[in-house]
């Protein structure tokens, strides 16, 4: 035990600990200073950062026993508050700097620690300081924090007002199209919007801190759990195994496709007979403290009998290898695609046939928060189950049956996430809280450790395509071949769906009139494979837009007008991959807009790289679909209150990229006759007891689905309002009347399901985009630097400027790291953020353009599409095309570390 007085945001702080504490667990649990967050817990996210005697300093691996008496010590709450704001949170609001916002007060301090330092920074000097103190963001491709640091600093050094950086309504109080601030963002600046950790700590007294008991090997039996010695632990309550869950123990996947030849019900919320991937959950400790439950998980001795392991789709299809869950074949779905004229007599007569082989590798997404929930039993005896969940009702039905509880008794809600890019799409630890809740019968709190969440959530699925393209040698494209096999881990969930997307997306953007091939899902022992931002675009359009590159070589055509010549045209009625039209042809006026832009990058790389390095110039073009497939469906609600103002409610969960601005952005503009403010339109969001079912945020299709759902909602609303003379009733006048004052609103897309040739009209809106990355590669090395990046979007109308900005700049950052450096293939060397490539700001350019083109959607509210998994459609591919102009390296194995590119280069 040790005692120190610290000086805390000026305030002195007298505190007992054990010398082993951190200073970031003293700061949280004994100071309630909770704008410090715990993300990598080891040094690597700069989330728990704090200045220290007037240096900026990371606390999560800092040991109170090093920390002197009489510190002082700054923290966000020290700097501004959300009713005074420093500049450097006005400047975050302004630049939409806070996503999900979970790195924000790290950054905050960071800024302030440098602003003190050096008052005017150049962009380079802000960059390399966030690159020094490993400043960390997943979310805002970091372009949008150097801009905010400028102005903060010119606001301190008195270059700028304040004024400057606050929203201006406009002048005919539209928000929809402007950069109207998301409504968490103040909390968010001031460390004050309280994530799952930070809502672990306001948990009642008696609550059980768990931790797991996991998977150290990847294929086994279970032969025997003993957990005798750890229950007998002082402070542990109990150890729940399998045999203390009443339900199926399984989280079904809710298998829609009759030709998947596994039931769906393969992955067992505990290892009850097999361990199918590391990480696996053998047993929850419940104990009166983190430190004792996990101090008790070690002396769980558990028994397996090792199997082999099949770690990728190939060993897992070999001719010997045993069925992973027996009785189903490994590889248990295929999907077809078959457009058009066979395709064999086009391949034998065609100028021109390429073939290629390209992988997409296991991209861990990587959040800065690791996962995170909570249970409880309420007083009407209902489970409720905290996590960041972005799809509870989804998840509510995935797991009730393996809990055994009954659905109406089983409430679901979102926490504040710090961002989850779709790992969230999957439950992960939603089962383990509830089993442990039950079986405990007390509240329960789970926090993993970002090692945990590298381990024992999904992954990207990887991808091994093969395609065969046959054009004419003036590059019209003729016919396709296409194999795609998805590795989609132990647990079937979303695979069948996520080999469907091979069909629909390898060679979307191209009139390709003959298409024939088939996609595999393959059940293996790696991390099971979940949704990730993007699920099946970066991995179906990655090889054929590398392919387009090889064809404009082969036919010595420039790759821009090759792939001009060939995109969607109204006047020739073209057709997806899956044969129906798309809902807007946008994508020549796409090219029209993005030719000065190519011409710019091509004159820059054009230019003398420095010695010993090479410029090149890359392009792709990306496509997805705004919705799930079919008639995707959304409800929404609303309520007229006594002061005249609404409430809405809905299900559109939060990752991060702005859910709240989503449904109010959307419902302002469509309330506009009843001349609303933005702020007397209040969200209530993210609760299955109060919020109707909107669907999943997954497929960027909350804007579209669920926006619609909010217009029709509150079109209701305004019906039951409207007088004989069009003005509105007040609520007194709808009370009198004895008109409802909830509205319900519904709306299905007018899509439909593909068949088994992968044909049909799936999607009601999609997402286009041209990506243009300009590289730099060192010769002696193979080292990339992209330096450029541009995107040529249309994603229809644009609700909000700052959220679709915010997208667009994260999700190119995340497709740097796609194609350079990210990957969770190795274990143990990928369950660190450095390890596993994770891109800190240096890796990313700070020279990003986006230019819009705004094609109103027919189907899509007030004109717009959705945004969210764009930039991450094809920025890889372009990366890798610019290496090859660059160097003549092609590499077609992601990601293309700096070996790999010189052994192409040297290939
Ligand atoms: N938007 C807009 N105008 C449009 C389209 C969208 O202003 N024309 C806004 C929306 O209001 C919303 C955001 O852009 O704030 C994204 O909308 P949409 O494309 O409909 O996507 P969802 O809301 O369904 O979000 C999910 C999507 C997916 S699938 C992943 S994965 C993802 C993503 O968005 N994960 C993210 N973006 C992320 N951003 C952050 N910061 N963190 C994640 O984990
Ligand atoms: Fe401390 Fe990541 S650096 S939590
Ligand atoms: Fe930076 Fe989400 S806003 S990690």
Not at 670 to 687: A, S, W
Not at 722 to 743: F, I, P, T, W
Not at 752 to 773: I, K, R, V, W
Not at 870 to 896: D, E, F, K, M, Q
Request: net charge negative; proline share 5%; charged share 25%.
């Amino acid at each position: 035990m040790l005692k120190r007085t610290l000086k805390v945001n000026g305030v002195e702080k007298f505190i007992i600990c054990d010398n082993d504490d951190t200073l970031a667990s003293v700061l949280r649990e004994k100071l309630g200073l909770l704008s410090v967050k715990i993300g990598c817990g080891t040094g690597q996210c700069g989330s728990c950062s704090v200045i220290i005697d007037g240096k900026l300093k990371r606390t999560c691996a800092l040991k109170m026993k090093r920390v002197e008496d009489f510190t002082e010590i700054l923290t966000t709450e020290g700097i501004g508050t959300p009713t005074k704001l420093h500049p450097i949170q006005l400047a975050w609001i302004a630049h939409g700097g806070a996503q999900c916002g979970f790195c924000t007060p790290g950054f905050v301090v960071s800024t302030y620690a440098l602003l003190i330092a050096n008052p005017k920074p150049t962009r380079e000097d802000i960059r390399e300081w966030f690159q020094k103190h490993r400043n960390a963001c997943r979310c805002t491709g970091y372009k949008p924090l150097v801009d905010a640091v400028q102005d903060a600093a010119a606001v301190m050094r008195g270059d700028m007002s304040e004024d400057e950086l606050m929203f201006k309504m406009p002048e005919d109080q539209r928000i929809w199209g402007s950069k109207y601030p998301r409504p968490t963002a103040v909390a968010k600046v001031t460390g004050t919007l309280e994530y799952g950790a930070d809502l672990g700590l306001n948990m009642p007294e008696g609550s059980l801190k768990c931790a797991l008991v996991q998977a150290e090997v990847s294929h086994a039996n279970v032969i025997s759990i003993d957990t005798s010695e750890a229950e007998a632990m002082e402070g542990v309550e109990k150890v729940v195994t399998y045999k203390d869950i009443k339900g199926k123990n399984r989280i079904t996947g809710l298998i829609t496709f009759p030709t998947n030849k596994g039931d769906g019900w393969d992955r067992p919320i505990l290892a009850d007979e097999k361990i199918f991937q590391y990480g696996d959950a053998i047993a929850i400790v419940c104990a009166t403290s983190e430190k004792i439950a996990k101090a008790a998980a070690k002396k769980v001795k558990v028994e397996l009998e090792q199997l082999p392991e099949y770690m990728d789709a190939p060993s897992a299809m070999a001719e010997d290898a045993i069925e992973i869950h027996p009785g189903t074949p490994n590889v248990y779905f295929e999907q077809k695609i078959v457009k058009g004229e066979d395709t064999a007599p086009i391949m034998d007569k065609a100028d021109v046939v390429l073939e290629g082989s390209y992988y997409v590798q296991r991209q861990p997404h990587m959040p800065i928060e690791p996962d995170v929930g909570f249970a409880f039993i309420d007083d009407d005896g209902k489970l409720n189950i905290h996590s960041k969940s972005i799809g509870l009702h989804l998840h509510a039905a995935m797991i009730a049956p393996g809990l055994g509880v009954e659905l109406e008794n089983l409430i679901m809600v979102q926490n504040y996430a710090g961002g989850t890019f779709g790992y969230k799409f999957s439950p992960t630890m939603e089962a383990l809280v509830g089993a442990a809740c039950l079986a405990t019968g007390k509240p329960v709190f789970l926090n993993y450790t970002w090692e945990q969440q590298q381990q024992y959530t999904g992954k990207r699925s990887p991808f091994f395509t093969d395609i065969r393209l046959a054009a004419s040698k003036d590059g019209e494209l003729l016919g396709m071949e296409t194999d795609w096999i998805c590795d989609h881990g132990p647990y079937s969930e979303f695979g069948d769906l996520l080999t469907l997307r091979g069909a629909q997306f390898i060679g979307a953007g191209y009139k390709l009139e003959n298409i024939r091939g088939l996609g595999k899902t393959v059940c293996t022992n790696h991390a099971w494979g979940s949704a990730f931002r993007g699920y099946g675009a970066p991995e179906s359009e990655f090889g054929y837009e590398v392919m387009m590159d090889e064809l404009a070589e082969k036919i010595g055509m420039d790759p821009f007008d090759l792939r001009e010549k060939n995109v969607y045209r109204e006047s020739q009625g073209d057709t997806t991959p899956t044969g129906c039209k798309p809902e807007v042809y946008c994508l020549e006026d796409i090219f029209t807009a993005g030719r000065p832009k190519y011409e710019e990058m091509k004159k820059w790389a054009a230019e003398d790289a420095a010695e010993g390095f090479k410029r090149g110039v890359g392009i792709a073009v990306g496509i997805y679909g705004s919705g799930l497939d079919g008639p995707d469906t959304a409800e929404s609600a609303i309520e007229l209150n006594k002061d005249g103002s609404v409430t809405l409610f809905n299900c559109w969960h939060d990752h991060g990229q702005g859910a709240d601005i989503g449904c109010l952005g959307t419902a302002h503009e469509t309330l506009r006759p009843l001349g609303l403010k933005p702020e007397q339109i209040h969200l209530v969001m993210n609760d299955t007891r109060n919020c109707p079912n909107g669907g999943p945020a997954g497929g960027s299709r909350s804007q579209v689905v669920i926006g619609n759902a909010i217009i029709a909602a509150c079109r209701n609303l305004m019906d039951a309002m409207r007088k004989a003379d069009n003005s509105y009733m007040s609520y007194d006048e709808m009370v009198a009347a004895g008109k409802e004052l909830r509205y319900e609103g519904k709306w299905s897309a007018p899509a439909t399901d593909c068949d088994e040739n992968g044909q049909g009209s799936p999607f009601a809106c999609y997402m286009y985009g041209l990506f243009m990355s300009g590289v730099e590669v060192e010769i002696a090395t193979g080292k990339v630097q992209v330096e450029k990046m541009k995107l040529v979007a249309d994603i229809g109308k644009i609700n909000n400027k700052l959220a679709v900005d915010g997208q667009m700049y994260g999700g190119l950052a995340q497709g740097v790291g796609l194609a350079l450096t990210e990957d969770y293939e190795d274990i143990k060397k990928h369950s660190t953020m450095v390890g596993a490539g994770f891109p800190y700001i240096k890796q990313i350019p700070d020279d990003i353009e986006l230019v819009y083109v705004e094609t109103e959607r027919p189907d899509g509210p007030h004109g717009a599409s959705g945004v969210g998994e764009l930039p991450l459609t094809t920025p890889h591919a372009s990366v890798i095309n610019a290496i090859y102009n660059a160097c003549g390296a092609r590499v077609t194995h992601l990601p293309a570390r700096p070996e790999k590119v010189l052994a192409a280069m040297k290939g």
